[in-house]
């Protein structure tokens, strides 16, 4: 999600809280960490119907190591409570009381520690990768997708000092260099996913600028990467672009902003998840394209909103997952009951069908 201020989905302290979910595919069998319940806070938010919204479950990024179900949401890296874990999809969510990272990344800023919409995944060699928007060291706003590992799914996470995604000319050396569009230029909401035997990474870029009548304006795009399965912070060749750069699947210049893409295959068709409107109203919704090629004519496909149930609004920041029974699919979401123009902290967590290869949210867990 976007701040009004800088266009831009995201966590302020000070400010409103951003939410953006990335979508995480669903990973297989791994040992829990060993301090997994001793380390964990007293804080239960149930996620089922509607939460009170104390959980402040922002911007979740959702995986199932086998065992038990994992979250990540936006917050400080240096504080606790950004891991959470579960026995169930429906809750109740019990966090953790650990820090997201280790230590600072040596690209990200001194001052902000606030990472945007943290999203996790499993690596081929068991290992597990998260992905995160945190400001670049010698600016004050501008972001960029870092990465760091850990052997568990619930950490601890150590940072690599390499972002995964970044401009060019930022100085980081990342291995996905995105030629900037000007000087407010970012890069946010990082969502892994396997699609068939492909491990890809889609993010968000953003510009904001006047029209030439002094309306507020938003250049949107969602560009995917190929990522190497067993170390999942690097990019590899992909179809498009033998270096690995990033192919451009959505370009959106409008009053609204698009973000927090993800992305999943089902029956051989791919459909592309995004979030738009204006966060923090009742106008934000998930919406979907859908193609049958992964790399190939993303550019003409036309979004589609997505049907959700009732009694909320400004149900953004949508994380996809298949689920538990297998066979089934899941929705993770951030939404509020009222058009109150404020962060919508709330989890909602529901059941999600195909009919006729179309998606829809039937009802919540």
Request: charged letters at 20%; proline letters at 6%.
């Amino acid at each position: 999600m976007h701040l009004s201020s800088t266009g831009l989905r995201g966590w302020s302290l000070a400010l409103l809280v951003g939410l953006g979910l990335g979508l995480t595919p669903l990973a297989a069998g791994a040992a829990p960490t060993p301090d997994e319940t001793s380390k964990s806070t007293a804080t239960t938010t149930a996620a089922a119907g509607y939460a009170d919204g104390k959980g402040r479950f922002a911007n979740p990024g959702v995986v199932h190591d086998g065992r038990k179900w994992v979250m990540l949401s936006t917050g400080s890296w240096s504080t606790t409570g950004r891991i959470a874990v579960a026995d169930q999809a429906g809750g109740p969510w019990r966090k953790l009381g650990r820090k997201l990272l280790t230590r600072r990344p040596a690209w990200a800023s001194r001052q902000n520690h606030s990472v945007w919409a943290p999203s996790i995944v499993r690596a081929d060699d068991g290992g597990y990768v998260i992905y995160y928007a945190a400001v670049v060291k010698g600016t004050s706003k501008r972001r960029c997708i870092g990465t760091a590992h850990a052997d568990g799914s619930t950490g601890p996470f150590v940072p690599n000092d390499r972002p995964i995604a970044c401009w060019s000319g930022s100085g980081t050396n990342p291995f996905d260099a995105v030629k900037p569009e000007s000087s407010n230029f970012s890069l946010i909401d990082a969502t892994p996913a396997r699609v068939g035997s492909q491990l890809v990474l889609t993010y968000k870029t953003s510009r904001g600028y006047r029209s030439s009548t002094g309306k507020q304006m938003w250049h949107t795009t969602t560009r995917m990467v190929r990522l190497n399965s067993n170390n999942p912070a690097r990019t590899v060749a992909n179809p498009r672009n033998a270096d690995g750069g990033s192919v451009k699947i959505a370009d959106a210049d409008h009053r609204y902003i698009e973000e927090n893409p993800v992305m999943v295959k089902r029956k051989g068709r791919y459909t592309l998840f995004t979030s738009f409107g204006w966060y923090g109203t009742c106008d934000y919704y998930t919406r979907y394209r859908q193609n049958s090629s992964l790399w190939y004519g993303w550019l003409k496909k036309s979004p589609t909103r997505l049907s959700t149930p009732g009694g909320t609004c400004g149900t953004g920041n949508a994380h996809v997952v298949r689920g538990l029974p297998k066979g089934s699919w899941r929705i993770f979401y951030n939404g509020h009951i009222s058009d109150v123009r404020r962060s919508p902290f709330t989890l909602y967590v529901g059941r999600m069908t195909w009919n006729n290869g179309k998606p829809s949210v039937p009802g919540r867990l």
